[in-house]
């Protein structure tokens, strides 16, 4: 959801989302949300279950109507996002079918074909603080250039070159982002086990990690 909310702010669509989701009506096992998504700060098992439950169709709602520019990354947020959450639930079966790990992997497939949608917002602290640190020394680099040739250049002149400056320092840091982010952490190739433990020890549900006094 971390990643689904930084695309969400990106794309200026957090009202939306908000708005669906307290727009979901009521059915059973399922209450009606009394706070926007973001008001929420404490999220327990229950909580999320049922999140996976609708997440697909409230976040389908908040990116309709896209502009040109948003088409295709709204497409793939969309599949990336159905694709996990076919896999979750399917996970949870009680009882598998010879095919359901087969559809376990399809869908894990579509995952990681679309994944990288989200990779500039899935960016750690470590590189925040990186890119941070780099816009800076370049913010320096770059003003100390000026005072050198500050009495050359024209009003029209500078103005120019501190837009061409914004510029480069942004796509700096845009590169150094896309370079730095990955998936490549145990919570992403944890899912790759899980089609295989289903064909070995049969439905996830009959085990547990909880010690019982």
């Not at 990288?116 to 470590?126: G, H, Q």
Request: proline share 3%; charged share 25%.
């Amino acid at each position: 959801m971390e990643w689904v909310e930084g695309f969400l702010k990106k794309h200026k669509r957090q009202h939306a989302f908000d708005d669906a989701w307290q727009e979901i009506p009521p059915y059973p096992g399922f209450s009606v949300q009394q706070k926007a998504f973001r008001e929420i700060t404490q999220w327990q098992g229950k909580k999320m279950s049922k999140l996976g439950h609708c997440i697909s169709a409230v976040l389908a709602s908040a990116l309709q109507n896209p502009d040109s520019s948003q088409d295709q990354d709204f497409t793939s947020a969309l599949r990336c996002v159905g694709a996990l959450v076919d896999f979750t639930l399917m996970a949870q079966y009680r009882s598998h079918t010879p095919d359901t790990p087969s559809y376990m992997e399809s869908y894990l497939q579509i995952f990681h074909r679309t994944k990288d949608i989200f990779l500039e917002v899935c960016t750690s602290k470590a590189t925040c603080a990186q890119a941070n640190r780099q816009n800076l020394e370049l913010r320096e680099l770059m003003a100390d250039q000026h005072t050198k040739e500050v009495h050359q250049r024209t009003f029209g002149n500078r103005r120019r070159l501190a837009d061409q400056e914004r510029v480069e320092r942004s796509d700096r840091r845009a590169d150094l982002i896309w370079r730095e982010n990955h998936f490549n952490f145990i919570k992403i190739d944890y899912l790759t086990h899980f089609a295989s433990h289903v064909r070995r020890f049969g439905s996830i549900s009959m085990y547990s990690t909880e010690i019982e006094n």
